[in-house]
């Protein structure tokens, strides 16, 4: 094939995609408006968020033959329609809906629904596609749906539980300051030390005994029966500091008491829950290689680095450490005006991201105490008087860096051992599952004529791809003059 035959080929088809569908989706369903480049709207339907009404979208779509399709919004309410196309192989592209509601105010006015917003959606991809921006809105990568549901579900749930700690905290405060006091190891009259609140046995204890006057007549076996039943290390001698705590304590309001129960039992309830979904994480990232890579990492746990992963996506998504730095909040953009030059943190990222990155950077520095980012974040704090929160930061930052090459070398490893693989696979060395098959056939040694053999190959081959390279040169060389 000719170059010119080459260009006629991309302007035929050029030709044929010049025209968008633009799909506007809610919470119920969507609507799709067919924009032609001309500015003519041929069509305009709308369909359910229905196994049956997704089908007759895809039929559709499929009856315009080359067609653009773009989707306002990406991972939300799109996810069904989204999903049906990527089932189906067929290429959208996904425009965020900010950019859409500022096309809209340009072209169309300021007026919204739907169909504007679909009809939007479809120019603007058209008009991405004449300046030739429109490919980078193609999606490409998808997130693992079931780790990103666990992962942030044991966010929501962490935060959940933070809550309701502290409300157990008011409470305590409110119905005994010597108690409170006691839990949070700051009262003098007692040996507890630590945040005791924090054990299962003392919130199971203010669950089973809510009213803290009847703590006074509780003996040792009674305590331990209230707390679980369960002996463990230092139990007793905190029961004693307990019971001798008790003699101060004062009847405790029904209503106060019955917060503390239902707060002991939503806190006991949400770890149990939270136990099931790490759990289950333990159980999905079991042959995940790049969650296993990032565990490693001493101070990363399984929930960190699947909450990374499940965020990342896939590390090719990025170029480079500083793409993926931006991506999670960490990196800086620059901002001049005039003569003012000055760097800004980005506003938009992945706060998901961060969050991990963050609780990364934390364990990494409790966890490292030799490590040169354990020293730079002190450095950072004592000589530079930084903020601790602000310091690390600085070592999320570095172990953006750290990660993303760690990442990158594992996709760079996977894609040498498939080509690997293909290449035993042709040339009879690769071993099947089965060992009793007939192809499984352990190969002799190679000998030096076999050697010789192969380097006369690979010769010829070299040589081949020379006088190809020369005569593609010559051919560009015609068809310029």
């Known amino acids: 094939m000719g170059w010119s035959d080459f260009f006629c080929e991309e302007e035929v088809r050029e030709k044929r995609m010049r025209k968008a569908i633009g799909i506007d989706p809610d919470s119920k369903g969507y609507v799709c408006c067919l924009v032609e480049a001309d500015g003519n709207r041929r069509s305009r339907k709308g369909y359910v968020t229905t196994v049956k009404d997704l089908e007759s979208l895809l039929c559709w779509v499929k009856g315009e033959g080359e067609v653009i399709v773009a989707v306002e919004g990406s991972n939300g309410i799109s996810r069904p329609v989204e999903q049906a196309f990527l089932k189906e192989q067929m290429v959208f592209y996904s425009l965020a809906p900010n950019d859409v509601s500022k096309f809209r105010k340009v072209v169309l006015g300021r007026n919204k629904n739907n169909e504007k917003d679909a009809e939007t959606v479809a120019r603007y991809a058209l008009a991405l596609q004449s300046q030739g921006k429109l490919e980078k809105f193609r999606r490409v990568w998808f997130p693992d749906d079931s780790l990103r549901i666990l992962t942030r579900g044991y966010e929501r749930r962490s935060k959940e539980l933070t809550a309701e700690i ?11 300051p010597d108690l409170y006091l006691a839990l949070s190891g700051t009262n003098p009259e007692v040996d507890i030390t630590g945040k005791v609140l924090q054990q299962q046995g003392i919130v199971k204890l203010l669950e089973q005994k809510p009213n803290l006057y009847e703590w006074r007549n509780l003996s040792l076996d009674e305590f331990k029966n209230a707390m679980g039943g369960k002996t463990y290390r230092g139990r007793e001698k905190l029961i004693a500091e307990l019971q001798k705590l008790s003699a101060s304590f004062r009847p405790t309001p029904p209503a106060v008491s019955l917060m503390i129960k239902n707060a002991a039992q939503t806190i006991l309830q949400m770890r149990q829950h939270l136990n099931e979904i790490k759990k289950m994480i333990g159980e999905l990232t079991r042959e995940n290689r790049a969650v296993k890579v990032l565990e490693q990492i001493r101070g990363i746990s399984v929930i960190t680095s699947s909450t990374l992963m499940a965020e990342i996506i896939d590390i090719r ?13 960490l990196g800086r953009s620059e901002y001049a005006s005039g003569d003012r030059n000055r760097m800004i943190p980005n506003p938009q990222f992945n706060h998901r991201l961060k969050d991990g990155f963050i609780t990364a950077a934390k364990n990494f520095v409790q966890n490292n105490p030799d490590s040169h980012l354990t020293g730079y974040f002190r450095n950072l ?3 530079r008087k930084m903020k601790p929160n602000e310091a690390y930061k600085r070592v999320a930052r ?12 594992l996709v760079e490893d996977s894609s040498e051992e498939q080509k690997r693989s293909e290449s035993d696979m ?10 009793g098959h007939e192809s499984n056939i352990s190969l002799s040694a190679p000998t030096e004529n076999d050697k010789a053999r192969e380097g006369k190959i690979k010769s010829d081959k070299s040589n081949g791809k020379r006088k190809k390279m020369a005569a593609v040169k010559k051919c560009e060389k015609k068809h310029l003059t």
């Open 426 to 435: 042709a040339s009879g060395l690769y071993v099947r599952s089965d060992q």
């Open 381 to 383: 704090v004592k000589k």
């Open 317 to 329: 998504r990025f170029a480079n450490d500083d793409h993926l730095a931006s991506y999670a909040g």
């Open 398 to 409: 570095a172990l953006v860096r750290v990660i993303f090459r760690r990442l990158k070398s």
């Open 166 to 176: 502290n409300r157990m905290w008011k409470m305590l405060r409110y119905a005994s």
